[in-house]
C-alpha cells in the first residue's frame, strides 16, 4: 500500500525559506513521477511543482525561481525547497505520486494528507 507522509511546514514571515519533505512507503520513487500541490481556504488546488522520472520538473508560474522540486530516491523522500516565501504561498501542501506523469494536473492517484504553510508580511 502507497503511503505519503508530508512534513516540515511552519510558520514563516515573508521571506523567508522552508523545506518540506513527504516520506513515502510501498512506492518506489526512482520510477515513478512526483508533484506538490496546495490548496489555499476557499481556492482550488493547485500544482506548484512536479518531478518526473527522468528529472525533468515542472513549475507553476509563481513559484518559478524561488521553489525548486527534488527527491533523494535512495531514501523515498520527496522536497520542496521553498525560498522568498510570499503571503500569496500561505496553503496547504500536499505531495502527489503516480505512474504516468500529469505534471501540474490534479490527476494522481495517490496523496498525503498535507503539511500546513503560512507566511505572514
Known amino acids: 500500500q502507497v503511503q505519503l507522509v508530508e512534513s516540515g511546514g511552519g510558520s514563516v514571515q515573508a521571506g523567508g525559506s522552508l523545506t518540506l519533505s513527504c516520506a513515502g512507503s510501498g512506492y518506489t520513487y526512482s520510477s515513478n513521477c512526483m508533484a506538490w500541490f496546495r490548496q489555499a481556504p476557499g481556492k482550488e488546488r493547485e500544482g506548484v511543482a512536479a518531478?518526473?522520472?527522468?528529472?525533468?520538473?515542472t513549475y507553476l508560474d509563481s513559484v518559478k525561481g524561488r521553489f525548486t522540486i527534488s527527491r533523494d530516491n535512495a531514501k523515498n523522500i520527496l522536497y520542496l525547497q521553498m525560498n522568498n516565501l510570499k503571503p500569496e504561498d500561505t496553503a496547504m501542501y500536499y505531495c502527489?505520486?503516480?505512474?504516468?506523469?500529469?505534471?501540474?494536473?490534479?490527476?494522481?492517484?495517490?496523496w498525503g494528507q498535507g503539511t500546513q504553510v503560512i507566511v505572514s508580511s
Open positions: 502527489a505520486a503516480d505512474r504516468d506523469f500529469y505534471g501540474l494536473d490534479a490527476e494522481y492517484n495517490y
Open positions: 518531478l518526473d522520472p527522468d528529472g525533468s520538473t
